[in-house]
């Protein structure tokens, strides 16, 4: 494991430009869906890229060129779930990858994702995944082990 600050951004950023292709933690049934609205591709590019930028909806709305409403809505109609729930999954993807390639502590990891305190990343991930952090960290080290 490595414990590099520079990677936590590379890994946590997954630094694909999305040009077509469909970038790390995205479901490719999500990004097929996205790839037909461009607003909403440039807001999910930009929460790609910038996973420490504010991820209110007013914020990205204004990425998308869109009232916040109008932005919402057609969220939600092209993507099935909610901008929030599609951070929240998107986010605790990251996280996991950060989880199995670094000793990184989880609150760092936590932050580096985008979460603003370690309380909601710690809820919002047993929510998403079904497990607390240090569980799905204590699974994970114990499935590398038994690879290598």
Not at 120 to 141: D, I, M, W
Request: glycine share 4%; charged share 25%.
């Amino acid at each position: 494991m490595r414990s590099d600050p520079t990677s936590i951004h590379s890994v946590a950023a997954s630094s694909r430009e999305l040009k077509g292709e469909c970038p790390r933690y995205v479901d490719s049934e999500v990004w097929s869906r996205i790839q037909y609205c461009d607003r909403i591709r440039r807001v999910v590019s930009h929460v790609a890229n910038h996973p420490h930028e504010p991820t209110n909806l007013d914020s990205l709305a204004s990425v998308g060129c869109m009232e916040r409403t109008s932005f919402s809505r057609l969220f939600r109609s092209k993507i099935g779930i909610t901008l929030r729930e599609f951070l929240h999954v998107y986010r605790v993807a990251n996280a996991k990858v950060l989880m199995e390639a670094t000793d990184i502590s989880l609150t760092e990891i936590a932050y580096a994702v985008g979460f603003s305190s370690f309380a909601t990343f710690e809820r919002t991930f047993k929510k998403v995944s079904g497990s607390a952090p240090s569980v799905y960290r204590t699974n994970a080290l114990a499935r590398a082990r038994q690879v290598s």
